[in-house]
Nanobody
Framework: QVQLVESGGGLVQAGGSLRLSCAASGRTFSPYRMGWFRQAPGKDRDFVAAVTWSGRTAYYADSVKGRFTVSRDNAKKTVYLQMNSLKPEDTAVYYC??????????????????WGQGTQVTVSS
């Protein structure tokens, strides 16, 4: 079994930064890709960013390109989401997820096997 635990959320003013972390545990943890998704109040959960566990490829939603950076530390089994120039519309619960599917379907939530519990990010104007 794999467990994912997010941390680093909080309240920040517009233009500020936050770094989210997602720590993985479990003997069977061997993902092909890690992803970040977010869900704003009253909206569907949307793709934010993803990175292959090799670190070779990263993907971003258009809304966060140039502001967010996804990275991973294999030794720590941790994936990060550095969020800069935050906007009020970035307010959401952020979830990390792991995927064992070897494909490029990085924004498809059904292609992720395990999910964290989420961490709240609130950006004030």
């Amino acid at each position: 079994q794999v467990q994912l635990v997010e941390s680093g959320g909080g309240l920040v003013q517009a233009g500020g930064s936050l770094r989210l972390s997602c720590a993985a545990s479990g003997r069977t943890f061997s993902p092909y890709r890690m992803g970040w998704f977010r869900q704003a109040p009253g909206k569907d959960r949307d793709f934010v960013a993803a990175v292959t566990w090799s670190g070779r490829t990263a993907y971003y939603a258009d809304s966060v390109k140039g502001r967010f950076t996804v990275s991973r530390d294999n030794a720590k089994k941790t994936v990060y989401l550095q969020m800069n120039s935050l906007k009020p519309e970035d307010t959401a619960v952020y979830y990390c997820a792991s995927s064992s599917y070897v494909d490029t379907d990085y924004d498809n939530q059904r292609k992720y096997n395990y999910w964290g519990q989420g961490t709240q990010v609130t950006v004030s104007s």
